[in-house]
T-cell receptor, first 111, second 114 residues
Framework: SQQGEEDPQALSIQEGENATMNCSYK?????LQWYRQNSGRGLVHLIL?????REKHSGRLRVTLDTSKKSSSLLITASRAADTASYFC???????????FGAGTRLFVKA | DSGVTQTPKHLITATGQRVTLRCSPR?????VYWYQQSLDQGLQFLIQ???????AKGNILERFSAQQFPDLHSELNLSSLELGDSALYFC?????????????FGPGTRLTVL
């Protein structure tokens, strides 16, 4: 089974609204990453947060990490139609080599 | 453009056949990863190579094999193909092949098994 589980599976919002996606994982991690995938294309790295960090920002993206709850959230503020994509969290898993992706959240932003 | 190239873009073949997917990593990246993405299984990690050596293995079937060559390009071989092998196959590369590396994904190869 996947190490990371995103929630919700799908999210539909209006342009300008904020979108929040959550990721839960099972084992201890050193790092957690978020990726974005436009339909049928390769994934693109968005942001990495280390296990000793609690929050990180990059432009309109805000990521939080709660290692005690083994969860992370990705907030996209002031969403745009161009943010429509699937968003995946990825953890480094046991041993530090393998990157394990969750099933993803499909975000649809209506113009 | 991530700098990772994959060929072919599309592949249509029949059950029982064998195909080879090719990946060239970004310049300077030593590690290559292979993933399978299907509608019902999500993104599945198959295998990772670092500088020619296998580093990590995921849910790769015995019918599948891969290798990374001295020039760092990689090939994924899929044999005795089944209908369920139809999927998007992505290659990604990273500098050091560590769990916190940013991975750069290629555009994928869409495999259709008829």
């Amino acid at each position: 089974s996947q190490q990371g589980e995103e929630d919700p599976q799908a999210l539909s919002i209006q342009e300008g609204e904020n979108a929040t996606m959550n990721c839960s994982y099972k084992t201890s991690i050193n790092n957690l990453q978020w990726y974005r995938q436009n339909s049928g294309r390769g994934l693109v790295h968005l942001i990495l947060i280390r296990s000793n960090e609690r929050e990180k920002h990059s432009g309109r993206l805000r990521v939080t990490l709660d290692t005690s709850k083994k969860s992370s959230s990705l907030l996209i503020t002031a969403s745009r139609a161009a943010d429509t994509a699937s968003y995946f969290c990825a953890t480094d898993g046991t041993g530090g080599f393998k990157t394990i992706f969750g099933a993803g959240t499909r975000l649809f932003v209506k113009a | 453009d991530s700098g990772v190239t994959q060929t072919p873009k599309h592949l249509i073949t029949a059950t029982g056949q064998r195909v080879t997917l090719r990946c060239s990593p970004r310049s300077g990246d030593l590690s290559v990863y292979w993933y399978q993405q299907s509608l019902d299984q999500g993104l599945q990690f198959l295998i990772q190579y670092y500088n020619g050596e296998e580093r990590a293995k995921g849910n790769i079937l015995e019918r599948f094999s891969a290798q990374q060559f001295p020039d760092l390009h990689s090939e994924l071989n899929l044999s005795s193909l089944e209908l369920g092998d139809s999927a998007l196959y992505f290659c990604a590369s990273s500098v050091a092949g560590l769990g916190f590396d940013e991975q750069f994904f290629g555009p994928g190869t869409r495999l259709t098994v008829l």
